[in-house]
């Protein structure tokens, strides 16, 4: 098969990677891609959001299948695209239709679709510009922290969690009256606050059948401790010691089911990932969000536990046989973590030579924000790398990843050393 991946971070080098190994695979191209999936396949200059030129590459190449790794494209309907033209209509699309990208393109479409079917999530209301006085009362009826949320896209940044009424009225009049995030923005979604720990389960599906993949944990703020902002993630540990299999029974039976089901009621057409992001509280799953594609740098420790030909499971969705296939897992635990550059996740410099990667071992180093200049390797994003280890115990995997984050250097590397630890003492304490 000849196959393209679109996107350009370390979740799109970790597809390349596994992708790459399959025995169905003839070419691979990874558009735009960065310095590390160039080692998987052939990188190509285009952005994963010029469809016309998606289109003429896909025809020119022979492209079976496309593989859209972020959500930029799917909310605007690749899919649909791909579906809806006469040259492109037989190719393999893994990502779902614009209606089902939806489920991440907005939060407050999401929400309601979890009410129509009963997905277990916390209590909200979703206000405009317009209704920004009825906004600021309904944060009186909440307990701090308060939970507000940009209803479009904001590269995964538009989630605030102010500790105090005070900020709270402050970032919600930010948002709405003065546009804090773009249009993003013109809509926010006031929640009450989850207590308990988060993590993420990732469902394949290919519209009837569906498999869910390893749990993973992510690690959301820039500091150690989870402190300072919000970022794209740290880091990753799967599995997660707190989701056991009676609880991931419970995710299952009450949030896997019923989303899929609420799909294939609304007659939503879903052929690729569904990220759910959970809080467990107290032994019970709650949804705090869905995302329409794989999560970044969750994809980095679940997708090198799958032990599956790659290829073949998304062949399987493509032509709705999911259930055919046998989903193997690697039963050890993976650990990622993530190298940021200086300044991250506010303004960062780029273009920092790379030093060091040759001499790394034992570990699978996920290129995230990287790009070739001649022989060189050159920072060009604010997460640069993620360092993947494998090991028996998340100490003995998170020690593997750290080692080599030491051993790649470029000016102003940054990256958390406490990733795991929170799950380390989880399991000492049992």
């Known amino acids: 098969m000849n196959v393209l991946i679109l996107g350009s971070g370390g979740r799109e080098h970790a597809f390349a990677y596994k992708i790459s190994q399959s025995k ?57 695209f791909f579906k809806g033209d006469e040259v492109l209509k037989d190719v393999a699309i893994i990502g779902p239709s614009k209606a089902g990208a939806q489920l991440e393109g907005s939060k407050d479409f999401s929400k309601e679709f979890m009410q129509r079917h009963n997905i277990p999530t916390a209590r909200y209301q979703t206000f405009t510009k317009d209704t920004l006085a009825e906004g600021l009362k309904f944060l009186e009826t909440l307990s701090p922290p308060y939970v507000l949320k940009a209803d479009g896209l904001a590269a995964g940044k538009g989630v605030v969690i102010p500790n105090t009424i005070e900020e709270a009225r402050k970032e919600l009049t930010e948002m709405l009256a003065n546009a804090k995030f773009g249009n993003a923005s013109a809509k926010v979604v006031i929640e009450e606050f989850l207590k308990g720990i988060e993590l993420s389960v990732f469902v394949l599906t290919d519209g009837k059948n569906y498999k869910i993949l ?127 550059s200086g300044g991250y996740p506010e303004d960062y410099e780029k273009n920092k030579e790379v030093k060091g990667l040759d001499a790394t071992k034992d570990s699978i180093v996920f290129h ?62 049992k």
Request: charge should be negative.
């Open 214 to 340: 390893p749990a993973a944990k992510d690690y959301k703020r820039i500091g150690e401790g989870d402190t300072g902002l919000n970022t794209g993630g740290m880091g990753a540990v799967s599995p997660v010691p707190f989701a056991d299999a009676a609880f991931l029974k419970k995710v299952e039976e009450r949030v896997a089911i019923p989303t899929l089901k609420g799909l294939q009621k609304e007659n939503i057409v879903y052929k690729g990932f569904i990220f759910i992001g959970l809080m467990n509280c107290n032994g019970d799953p709650q949804v705090i969000e869905y995302n329409c594609r794989m999560g970044d740098p969750e994809t980095e420790v679940v997708l090198p536990r799958i032990k599956t030909d790659l290829l073949e499971l998304f062949e399987a969705v493509a032509e709705e046989k999911l259930d055919r296939i046998k989903l193997e897992v690697d039963e050890r635990t993976a650990t990622t973590v993530v190298m940021v």
């Open 24 to 80: 169905k695979l003839e070419n691979l191209y990874i558009a735009p891609g960065n310095a590390g999936t160039a080692h998987c396949g052939t990188n190509v200059n285009m952005a994963a959001t010029d469809f016309e030129a998606i289109k003429a590459f896909v025809w020119e190449k022979g492209i079976d299948m496309v593989v859209v790794g972020p959500e930029d494209p799917l909310v605007k309907g690749i899919y649909d």
């Open 368 to 429: 995230a924000g990287t790009k070739a200049d001649g022989g060189k390797v050159l920072t060009s994003g604010g997460r640069v790398f993620a360092v993947t280890s494998f090991g028996n115990t998340i100490e003995e995997a998170v020690a593997k990843s750290f080692k080599n984050a030491e051993i790649i250097s470029y000016d102003k590397k940054y990256y958390r050393k406490d990733i795991g630890k929170d799950l380390m003492k989880i399991l000492a304490g």
